[in-house]
């Protein structure tokens, strides 16, 4: 079992990919809501409050 684990973080990392993240990120929690802030509606708030 651990030899399987290990061997998937091996090819994971030679490949620069993650299987088990991009699964992840297409689960529908992992999705942005519509009319949600953007990251840059968040920055620009930010900024403006350190003006």
Do not use: H, I, K, W
């Not at 030899?3 to 297409?26: P, W």
């Not at 529908?28 to 949600?36: D, K, M, T, V």
Request: hydrophobic share 45%; charged share 10%; glycine share 12%.
């Amino acid at each position: 079992m651990s030899a399987a684990v290990v061997g998937g973080l091996v090819v994971s990392a030679l490949t620069n990919s993650c299987a088990m993240g991009s699964l992840l990120g297409r689960l529908p929690y992992n999705r942005p809501r519509p009319g949600a802030p953007t990251l840059d509606d968040a920055l620009t708030a930010l900024a403006a409050l350190g003006r």
